[in-house]
Each structure stands twice: as structure tokens, then as C-alpha cells.
């Protein structure tokens, strides 16, 4: 293990809100960052239909070390002790492939956590992480991260069905929001597609209706 640090925006322990595992507990770790600007029009980094809502800018250093002991704190003070679970982490952001590294995977694993990432695929990740989930954010042809466990796109009103070239077992598509509220229109529209496109399948952003976590 280096001594390398990791912007870190914020850690968490919750509900997953969205894919195929939406409904398990784990440490929500945020990485500082990103390489993408969505708004509603597309551009260059934006693949148009929605604004971000995420804030991802502030941070502070950790170790791989100091990262650890935090998600294990996070952990200990939302679980009950000694119920012999997996220790989940979902690494999301920003980007957090603008960071996260195979020594700190490695790390990770040899504290017995299990680890999901969420990324906009734009960059290769290092191999053996347990979950992956792509949400591209660019098109097609830029995309790097092109094995995942599941792909998952936001889709506004209006919006195609995707054409991936990501290899994924699961294929998402999540309706737009405004703010922490579902776009209705979007909602009909990617239930429309679905119909029509059967190897899809609909995630919602559950968390967004959460009041608190």
C-alpha cells in the first residue's frame, strides 16, 4: 500500500436506492470530483436530459488507511455488532474512477470489504471489483469501462433507447428528475421503451424519496 491520499466528499452507511441492488445496506463512500458536467442540454460532457444534482466538489484527504477506519466507523454505527453480514461499500461520486485505484482495491479486500462501484465509464477500472455499475455519460464511442455487471442509463423524455457497447448481464433505464422528484413524463417514456425493448428494465431512484437516510 502506498502512501497516496483520495479526495473523499463523503462516507455514509445506507439504503441502495437504485439497480439490481437496490435494498441492501452499505457504506455510501463519495469520491471529490468529476469529469462530467450533465445538464439538461448535451455538450461535450454532458449527455443532455437532466441536470446534476450531486455535489461533489468539496473533500478531504485520506490514506487508504484513514478512508478504512472511517467506513468501518460509518459501518458500526448504523449495524447491529456481531451479525456476521458482508461489509458492502459502494464507491460513487463524481467520478470516482479518477481515483480509486487497483492498491486501494486491494486494500479494501484484505478488510473483507466487498466492493460496488458506480461510474460513467469514461475510464478503465481495475479489475476483480465486485459490482459494477455503468451510468454513461458520454457517448458510445469514448466509453472505456466495457464490462459491467449492469449498465444504466438516465433517460429524459424523448430520449432513444440506448445502443451499448457495454457487456453487461443487466440493462437499466432510470427516468429523469426534477430535483428529488420523478419527471412523470420521463417516467411514461421509459416504461414505453421497456415495453417495446423487454431486455430493459426499469430503476427507480428510490433514495430521492427518502426523507432521511
Known amino acids: 500500500m502506498t502512501g497516496r491520499t483520495y479526495s473523499i466528499n463523503e462516507i455514509f452507511y445506507s439504503i441502495q436506492g437504485e439497480g439490481m441492488r437496490a435494498g441492501t445496506?452499505?457504506?455510501?463512500?463519495?469520491?471529490?470530483g468529476c469529469n462530467m458536467e450533465c445538464r439538461m442540454e448535451p455538450g461535450p460532457k454532458s449527455p443532455g436530459g437532466f441536470d446534476c444534482d450531486t455535489e461533489f466538489v468539496s473533500g478531504r484527504k485520506f490514506t487508504a488507511a484513514e478512508l478504512e477506519t472511517e467506513m468501518s466507523l460509518a459501518f458500526?454505527?448504523?449495524?447491529?455488532?456481531?451479525?456476521?453480514?458482508?461489509?458492502?461499500?459502494?464507491l460513487?461520486?463524481?467520478?470516482?474512477?479518477?481515483?480509486?485505484?487497483?492498491?486501494?482495491?486491494?486494500?479494501l479486500h484484505s478488510k473483507?470489504?466487498?466492493?460496488a462501484i458506480e461510474t460513467n465509464g469514461s475510464l478503465e477500472l481495475p479489475s476483480g471489483i465486485d459490482w459494477v455499475?455503468?451510468?454513461?455519460?458520454?457517448?458510445?464511442?469514448a466509453l472505456?469501462?466495457?464490462v459491467a455487471h449492469e449498465v444504466?442509463?438516465?433517460?429524459?423524455?424523448?430520449?432513444?433507447?440506448?445502443r451499448?457497447?457495454?457487456?453487461?448481464?443487466?440493462?437499466?433505464?432510470?427516468?429523469?428528475?426534477?430535483?428529488?422528484?420523478?419527471?412523470?413524463?420521463?417516467?411514461?417514456w421509459c416504461i414505453k421503451l421497456i415495453k417495446e425493448n423487454p431486455e430493459w428494465r426499469l430503476s427507480i431512484q428510490m433514495h430521492k424519496a427518502w426523507l432521511h437516510r
Open 112 to 115: 473483507k470489504w466487498s466492493i
Open 133 to 141: 455499475t455503468v451510468s454513461p455519460k458520454v457517448a458510445e464511442h
Open 152 to 162: 444504466k442509463y438516465v433517460r429524459g423524455y424523448g430520449q432513444a433507447i440506448p
Open 25 to 32: 445496506a452499505n457504506v455510501f463512500v463519495r469520491f471529490s
Open 144 to 146: 472505456r469501462q466495457l
Open 164 to 188: 451499448t457497447r457495454v457487456e453487461a448481464k443487466n440493462k437499466l433505464l432510470s427516468p429523469a428528475h426534477n430535483g428529488l422528484d420523478v419527471d412523470r413524463k420521463a417516467l411514461d
Open 76 to 90: 458500526g454505527e448504523g449495524c447491529a455488532p456481531g451479525n456476521g453480514l458482508d461489509r458492502w461499500a459502494v
Open 92 to 107: 460513487t461520486g463524481g467520478e470516482p474512477g479518477l481515483q480509486f485505484d487497483a492498491d486501494l482495491l486491494e486494500f
